[in-house]
């Protein structure tokens, strides 16, 4: 159907809906049923039998079957058997660790549902975009993006981003009255609007044609997805750290393996023993563990109401050095009340709530009746109608719609006992010019039932100001004096020194200009909005200022607003940014970008998106938040609150430095079964570790571990750090030293066990089975030590996994050695208690001379500190900062 080339009203007509009211709830739950969800590519999950089959396809089950051969031929069935079985084990808590993971994923991106605002019975609802069908009318605003192919039954100024269907990078201006023909070109539809297009400006009406696979979108088979499947930085940064330790680790094996077999060891024992000391050493697991440990940490995330858009930003969260936020709706709450109004030489309190009729106005605490007072109710119904906000009663009050500035003048309207629907039955709007960021205004044109034209004008109060040549008063329109103008110009002062949000509003009762606005407006007032500072954010501010972070607000209020604000946040001067344009955000950026600094920027408008794209981190607000935006954040806030950006920046610091603990955990325990085995063949005596005992190893001793710690909770100190350095290498110089020294330690107290015994029985089961049991325990207590590389274990938070996992590793290895079927199979023998002391000796020997240097302040440099920048301290001055 050629939707473009025909009238609204036959639209309308042939989907069978009111292009006045919408279409009934009832009757679009039928067409939904009819027609099926409006979604297009919807992400497909690899199947769980794919993941099971891509865990066989690695270097370790080559080697694990070279292992299993090797046993075969050696006439060791059920040795041969067992590792067969860890093949499967190892598959299985691969595939089901990486589902556990992509199924968190999952569900997070569920959390992200995306909305649309569709007239249902007449009443304007937020409807899910999937739930859309054809006949709905939608609403179309600056910053949102286009759910479904729609014709256009209203535009005014309406211009759109058409690049991801028609590659058009210009905006695309759109008009519901032209006449096209059928075989119009789609870039050349000026009559339509597109699912995947974005509204840049303006705003309109329009009816649904085409839902799902039938959309343009659809047929030409394009969908931008929520989230990518490439690899994040971190992630290639350890999976090119795995392939070296990969090249490293066979290397030293193939070392270990020839030594033997020259200190006279069987072949084929020595050939089962490298083999399996390889599949100890690769750090198989890395990239598993990377992606339970984003997943893990998506989550914990997106309890503290941030949702991830882009894996990559978390490693950056942690690396962040300056906060760019928005002081409205971020740092306070976006409930906007007005509570004064200044009109006449006559300054009014307006008490009550913002979410409540319930109020009144007062001067000098007298009651005014605004019905009776020309001026007042002016004022009010100028408010109403420049106004695109909409109000219903509601169980707890009202029902706000639309941007909360707007609302609130609604709201003191209602106090006043206007009715704002009636008003703008009675003068209909016509024609307007959206709010402007350059101009900072918002014009409407109204014609009255009689056939009167005027204009409402709202805006800051110095460029309302710059366009009034008159003031109104009890006998209509004067000129307005320059004692009048500066008198209204300290009024505005006044009312942003007490942090209030000022709001001019004007009118012209003599018609309309041909085009652009009247040169002479009559003022009508000002009105000051309270908005109440969000609870938690001054602790935030401060908790950023000890973490080495910046916080700098950002409004387009005037000066004297922003610093007041500013006041009672704790925030000086330099750290305050007013009349802050979407350019000056870029801006911004790029010359905090330019100093080496990592910007977190905030924004919820559609002109806010390039500096959400250009800044390290994008963050955007998942309540008033344009769909542009959010599309153009690494980050959504679910609660717009500035607090959560520094829960979020935290648990950034706390997914990379439990990743760091898992690789320092793994290294040094891999590390210490090589260097154990090639200290023994070194000094000539068998390898203290068998074959099956190194696999035990694998499997079971460095999964529990590893698993508590990507789970650790954040260590006390994590936000007094300095931020990391991004260029800084997963593992430095410093770390890998660290890693070397800890290792060769733990290898020494292993050896410890296996030499005592070996000195009193020889070489034999005994001491094998010693080596085993201290190797297999050393393990949970190192991973306690990995915990903080600065902090002794026992002051950190209690971390249940890390507990539970020594219990069940030190049932496992009693059980090992115990519990015959297991002893037999992993050659092991029983021990006697003076054994057992023995063992737990050398196994605590070395983590407690480890915990000890960190007590006693020891430090190898490990690479944290970052250079230092180029600018002030966090929350000083800076001079060289600009204000946009």
Same mark, same amino acid.
């Given at each position: 159907?050629?939707?473009?080339?025909?009238?609204?009203?036959?639209? &309308?007509?042939?989907?069978?809906?009111?292009?006045?009211?919408?279409?009934?709830?009832?009757?679009?739950?039928?067409?939904?049923?009819?027609?099926?969800?409006?979604?297009?590519?919807?992400?497909?999950?690899?199947?769980?039998?794919?993941?099971?089959?891509?865990?066989?396809?690695?270097?370790?089950?080559?080697?694990?079957?070279?292992?299993?051969?090797?046993?075969?031929?050696?006439?060791?069935?059920?040795?041969?058997?067992?590792?067969?079985?860890?093949?499967?084990?190892?598959?299985?808590?691969?595939?089901?660790?990486?589902?556990?993971? %992509?199924?968190?994923?999952?569900?997070?991106?569920?959390?992200?549902?995306?909305?649309?605002?569709?007239?249902?019975?007449?009443?304007?609802?937020?409807?899910?975009?999937?739930?859309?069908?054809?006949?709905?009318?939608?609403?179309?605003?600056?910053?949102?993006?286009?759910?479904?192919?729609?014709?256009?039954?209203?535009?005014?100024?309406?211009?759109?981003?058409?690049?991801?269907?028609?590659?058009?990078?210009?905006?695309?201006?759109?008009?519901?009255?032209?006449?096209?023909?059928?075989?119009?070109?789609?870039?050349?539809?000026?009559?339509?609007?597109?699912?995947?297009?974005?509204?840049?400006?303006?705003?309109?009406?329009?009816?649904?044609?085409?839902?799902? *696979?039938?959309?343009?979108?659809?047929?030409?088979?394009?969908?931008?997805?929520?989230?990518?499947?490439?690899?994040?930085?971190?992630?290639?940064?350890?999976?090119?750290?795995?392939?070296?330790?990969?090249?490293?680790?066979?290397?030293?094996?193939?070392?270990?393996?020839?030594?033997?077999?020259?200190?006279?060891?069987?072949?084929?024992?020595?050939?089962?023993?490298?083999?399996?000391?390889?599949?100890?050493?690769?750090?198989?697991?890395?990239?598993?563990?990377?992606?339970?440990?984003?997943?893990?940490?998506?989550?914990?995330?997106?309890?503290?109401?941030?949702?991830?858009?882009?894996?990559?930003?978390?490693?950056?969260?942690?690396?962040?050095?300056?906060?760019?936020?928005?002081?409205?709706?971020?740092?306070?709450?976006?409930?906007?009340?007005?509570?004064?109004?200044? *009109?006449?030489?006559?300054?009014?309190?307006?008490?009550?709530?913002?979410?409540?009729?319930?109020?009144?106005?007062?001067?000098?605490?007298?009651?005014?009746?605004?019905?009776?007072?020309?001026?007042?109710?002016?004022?009010?119904?100028?408010?109403?109608?420049?106004?695109?906000?909409?109000?219903?009663?509601?169980?707890?009050?009202?029902?706000?719609?639309?941007?909360?500035?707007?609302?609130?003048?609604?709201?003191?309207?209602?106090?006043?006992?206007?009715?704002?629907?009636?008003?703008?039955?009675?003068?209909?709007?016509?024609?307007?010019?959206?709010?402007?960021?350059?101009?900072?205004?918002?014009?409407?044109?109204?014609?009255?039932?009689?056939?009167?034209?005027?204009?409402?004008?709202?805006?800051?109060?110095?460029?309302?100001?710059?366009?009034?040549?008159?003031?109104?008063?009890?006998?209509?329109?004067?000129?307005?004096?320059?004692?009048?103008?500066?008198?209204?110009?300290?009024?505005?002062?006044?009312?942003?020194?007490?942090?209030? %949000?000022?709001?001019?509003?004007?009118?012209?009762?003599?018609?309309?200009?041909?085009?652009?606005?009247?040169?002479?407006?009559?003022?009508?007032?000002?009105?000051?909005?309270?908005?109440?500072?969000?609870?938690?954010?001054?602790?935030?501010?401060?908790?950023?200022?000890?973490?080495?972070?910046?916080?700098?607000?950002?409004?387009?209020?005037?000066?004297?607003?922003?610093?007041?604000?500013?006041?009672?946040?704790?925030?000086?001067?330099?750290?305050?940014?007013?009349?802050?344009?979407?350019?000056?955000?870029?801006?911004?950026?790029?010359?905090?970008?330019?100093?080496?600094?990592?910007?977190?920027?905030?924004?919820?408008?559609?002109?806010?998106?390039?500096?959400?794209?250009?800044?390290?981190?994008?963050?955007?607000?998942?309540?008033?938040?344009?769909?542009?935006?959010?599309? &153009?954040?690494?980050?959504?806030?679910?609660?717009?609150?500035?607090?959560?950006?520094?829960?979020?920046?935290?648990?950034?610091?706390?997914?990379?430095?439990?990743?760091?603990?898992?690789?320092?955990?793994?290294?040094?325990?891999?590390?210490?079964?090589?260097?154990?085995?090639?200290?023994?063949?070194?000094?000539?005596?068998?390898?203290?570790?068998?074959?099956?005992?190194?696999?035990?190893?694998?499997?079971?001793?460095?999964?529990?571990?590893?698993?508590?710690?990507?789970?650790?909770?954040?260590?006390?100190?994590?936000?007094?750090?300095?931020? %990391?350095?991004?260029?800084?290498?997963?593992?430095?110089?410093?770390?890998?030293?660290?890693?070397?020294?800890?290792?060769?330690?733990?290898?020494?107290?292993?050896?410890?066990?296996?030499?005592?015994?070996?000195?009193?029985?020889?070489?034999?089961?005994?001491?094998?089975?010693?080596?085993?049991?201290?190797?297999?325990?050393?393990?949970?207590?190192?991973?306690?030590?990995?915990?903080?590389?600065?902090?002794?274990?026992?002051?950190?938070?209690?971390?249940?996994?890390?507990?539970?996992?020594?219990?069940?590793?030190?049932?496992?290895?009693?059980?090992?050695?115990?519990?015959?079927?297991?002893?037999?199979?992993?050659?092991?023998?029983?021990?006697?208690?003076?054994?057992?002391?023995?063992?737990?000796?050398?196994?605590?020997?070395?983590?407690?001379?480890?915990?000890?240097?960190?007590?006693?302040?020891?430090?190898?440099?490990?690479?944290?500190?970052?250079?230092?920048?180029?600018?002030?301290?966090?929350?000083?001055?800076?001079?060289?900062?600009?204000?946009?």
């Amino acid at each position: 159907m050629p939707w473009h080339a025909l009238d609204a009203t036959e639209v &309308a007509a042939l989907l069978a809906a009111d292009p006045g009211v919408g279409l009934s709830q009832d009757e679009a739950r039928a067409r939904l049923v009819r027609v099926g969800p409006n979604r297009v590519g919807e992400h497909r999950e690899r199947p769980m039998w794919r993941l099971v089959l891509d865990q066989f396809a690695s270097l370790v089950v080559l080697l694990l079957l070279g292992a299993a051969a090797v046993a075969w031929s050696l006439g060791e069935g059920l040795q041969a058997v067992a590792i067969l079985a860890v093949l499967v084990l190892n598959a299985a808590i691969g595939a089901g660790s990486e589902w556990r993971a %992509r199924r968190s994923l999952a569900r997070l991106r569920a959390l992200a549902v995306p909305q649309a605002l569709a007239w249902r019975d007449g009443h304007p609802l937020s409807v899910p975009t999937a739930e859309l069908v054809p006949g709905d009318l939608i609403v179309l605003e600056a910053g949102a993006q286009v759910p479904a192919d729609a014709r256009l039954i209203s535009a005014a100024a309406l211009r759109m981003s058409e690049a991801a269907l028609t590659g058009e990078s210009l905006p695309v201006g759109k008009n519901a009255q032209a006449r096209l023909a059928s075989d119009t070109p789609l870039p050349e539809r000026s009559t339509m609007v597109y699912l995947g297009t974005g509204v840049l400006a303006g705003a309109g009406r329009a009816m649904v044609t085409a839902t799902g *696979l039938a959309t343009e979108l659809g047929r030409i088979g394009q969908m931008v997805a929520l989230a990518g499947e490439r690899a994040t930085p971190l992630e290639a940064q350890v999976e090119a750290l795995g392939r070296r330790l990969v090249v490293l680790a066979l290397g030293i094996c193939a070392v270990v393996g020839v030594a033997g077999i020259l200190h006279g060891e069987p072949i084929g024992l020595m050939l089962e023993t490298a083999i399996s000391l390889a599949i100890a050493a690769i750090p198989e697991g890395l990239p598993a563990i990377t992606t339970v440990a984003l997943a893990a940490g998506l989550w914990r995330l997106a309890r503290a109401g941030a949702l991830v858009r882009r894996l990559s930003a978390v490693e950056t969260l942690g690396s962040t050095t300056v906060i760019c936020a928005d002081k409205t709706g971020t740092m306070t709450e976006n409930q906007m009340t007005v509570t004064r109004l200044v *009109l006449g030489g006559r300054s009014l309190a307006v008490s009550g709530g913002g979410r409540s009729a319930a109020g009144a106005i007062t001067e000098d605490g007298a009651r005014v009746d605004a019905l009776a007072d020309p001026l007042v109710r002016l004022l009010l119904t100028a408010g109403v109608l420049v106004n695109d906000a909409h109000a219903a009663p509601a169980d707890d009050g009202l029902a706000l719609g639309g941007d909360p500035t707007e609302a609130a003048l609604l709201v003191a309207a209602l106090k006043a006992g206007l009715d704002p629907a009636a008003l703008r039955l009675d003068w209909p709007r016509r024609r307007e010019i959206p709010f402007d960021p350059g101009t900072r205004l918002m014009t409407t044109f109204h014609e009255g039932l009689e056939g009167r034209r005027v204009v409402f004008v709202k805006g800051g109060p110095g460029a309302v100001l710059d366009l009034c040549t008159r003031r109104e008063s009890a006998a209509g329109p004067v000129p307005m004096t320059d004692v009048e103008r500066r008198r209204l110009r300290a009024d505005n002062d006044a009312l942003a020194a007490d942090a209030l %949000r000022v709001l001019a509003v004007a009118w012209c009762p003599e018609g309309w200009p041909a085009e652009g606005l009247p040169v002479d407006l009559v003022f009508l007032g000002l009105a000051g909005l309270a908005d109440p500072i969000r609870p938690g954010v001054e602790e935030a501010i401060g908790r950023c200022a000890r973490a080495g972070i910046r916080t700098i607000m950002l409004t387009g209020d005037q000066r004297a607003t922003a610093e007041a604000v500013g006041r009672q946040l704790g925030l000086p001067p330099e750290a305050i940014q007013s009349r802050v344009t979407p350019e000056g955000k870029m801006r911004l950026v790029e010359e905090l970008q330019g100093r080496g600094e990592v910007v977190a920027m905030t924004g919820d408008g559609v002109n806010d998106a390039p500096a959400l794209a250009r800044a390290d981190i994008g963050v955007a607000m998942g309540r008033a938040g344009t769909d542009v935006a959010r599309a &153009a954040a690494d980050l959504v806030l679910t609660d717009d609150n500035f607090a959560t950006i520094v829960r979020a920046v935290e648990q950034g610091r706390v997914i990379y430095a439990n990743l760091r603990k898992t690789i320092h955990f793994l290294f040094s325990c891999n590390l210490s079964e090589i260097l154990t085995i090639f200290v023994a063949i070194l000094l000539g005596y068998p390898t203290p570790l068998l074959p099956l005992q190194i696999l035990w190893i694998n499997l079971v001793t460095d999964t529990l571990p590893a698993l508590a710690l990507v789970r650790d909770p954040a260590e006390p100190d994590m936000m007094t750090r300095a931020p %990391r350095d991004p260029a800084e290498a997963l593992v430095t110089w410093g770390f890998g030293l660290r890693i070397l020294l800890e290792g060769a330690l733990l290898a020494a107290g292993v050896f410890s066990a296996y030499m005592w015994a070996a000195w009193q029985d020889g070489p034999g089961p005994r001491a094998t089975t010693m080596a085993f049991v201290a190797i297999v325990l050393i393990h949970p207590f190192q991973a306690m030590h990995c915990r903080s590389e600065r902090t002794t274990w026992w002051r950190l938070p209690v971390n249940p996994l890390s507990w539970m996992a020594l219990v069940v590793l030190v049932a496992l290895q009693w059980a090992a050695v115990g519990y015959l079927p297991m002893s037999r199979l992993l050659s092991t023998e029983p021990l006697a208690l003076t054994d057992w002391v023995v063992v737990s000796v050398a196994v605590l020997w070395p983590v407690a001379l480890v915990e000890a240097a960190k007590a006693w302040g020891w430090r190898v440099s490990l690479g944290h500190a970052r250079p230092k920048r180029n600018g002030p301290e966090p929350g000083g001055r800076d001079e060289n900062l600009r204000n946009p």
